[in-house]
C-alpha cells in the first residue's frame, strides 16, 4: 500500500511564507513524477506543480506566478513545494499527488494521471 504523507500546513499571514512537505511510503523510479494540488471550498482541484524524477524538471501553475517552488529531496522520498508572498486566495487544502511509472498518457497538470494521493495539508492566509 502506497502512503503519501503531506505536512507543513499552517496559517499564516498575507506575504508569508510556508514549506510543504511530503514523503512518499514506496520505492520511486526515474520515471516517477510527484505533484501538488490545491482545493478551496467550492471550487474544483487545480494544478499547482509538479516535478519529474528522470530530470528533476518542475512545471507550475501560471497562477502561482513565480511565488512557488517544488524541489525533492534527497532520500528519493520526499518533495517539497515552497509557498512565498502568500495571498488569501491561496488558502486551500492542498494535496500531494504521485505516480511511480509515468507513461505519459496524461498531461501533468492533469489529475488523473496521478495514482496516489495524500489526505492533505491545509494552509490558511489571513489579509
Known amino acids: 500500500q502506497v502512503q503519501l504523507v503531506e505536512s507543513g500546513g499552517g496559517s499564516v499571514q498575507a506575504g508569508g511564507s510556508l514549506t510543504l512537505s511530503c514523503v512518499i511510503s514506496a520505492r520511486t523510479s526515474s520515471s516517477t513524477v510527484m505533484g501538488w494540488f490545491r482545493q478551496s471550498p467550492g471550487k474544483e482541484r487545480e494544478f499547482v506543480a509538479c516535478i519529474k524524477w528522470n530530470n528533476d524538471t518542475p512545471d507550475y501553475s501560471g497562477t502561482i506566478e513565480g511565488r512557488f517552488t517544488i524541489s525533492r529531496g534527497n532520500d528519493n522520498h520526499t518533495v517539497y513545494l515552497h509557498l512565498n508572498s502568500l495571498k488569501p486566495e491561496d488558502s486551500a487544502l492542498y494535496y500531494c499527488?504521485?505516480?511511480?511509472?509515468?507513461?505519459?498518457?496524461?498531461?501533468?497538470?492533469?489529475?488523473?494521471?496521478?495514482?496516489?494521493w495524500g489526505q492533505g495539508t491545509r494552509v490558511t492566509v489571513s489579509s
Open positions: 499527488a504521485a505516480h511511480l511509472y509515468w507513461r505519459g498518457t496524461y498531461y501533468y497538470t492533469d489529475s488523473d494521471g496521478y495514482r496516489y
